[in-house]
């Protein structure tokens, strides 16, 4: 079954870390990635750019609004994601307590509406 984890974070944490922090995060995303990719696991994944590029759009009586961000109010942004394929969600929550996002943030996990 495919999960999505999400990755939540404060934006402003990165650009308050050293260079030698920055490229210490850096390896051990690259490492976790590698781990994934090594088990068969991960199906995708990638970095968001930050929440204020964003743009919201919804329609609402046939007429479309476009917002730009950020939306919410909140400490955390959605700053990643990893779409993995694990065996149940054990499996899946073992992969997101490995993240390095979740000793900086939040990883939330989400099993896959599989479409046919």
Do not use: F
């Amino acid at each position: 079954m495919q999960y999505l984890l999400m990755l939540y974070s404060d934006e402003s944490g990165w650009d308050a870390l050293s260079e030698k922090e920055q490229e210490e995060g850096v390896a051990a995303y690259t490492a976790y990635t590698q781990a994934l990719a090594q088990a068969g696991a991960l199906v995708g994944g990638n970095r968001l750019r930050p929440a204020d590029t964003a743009t919201r759009v919804s329609v609402a009586d046939g007429k479309t609004q476009v917002l730009d961000g950020p939306y919410a109010d909140s400490k955390e942004q959605l700053g990643g994601y990893y779409l993995i394929e694990a065996a149940d969600l054990d499996a899946a929550l073992a992969w997101a307590a490995r993240c390095p996002g979740a000793y900086h943030g939040t990883v939330e996990v989400r099993p896959v509406w599989p479409t046919d």
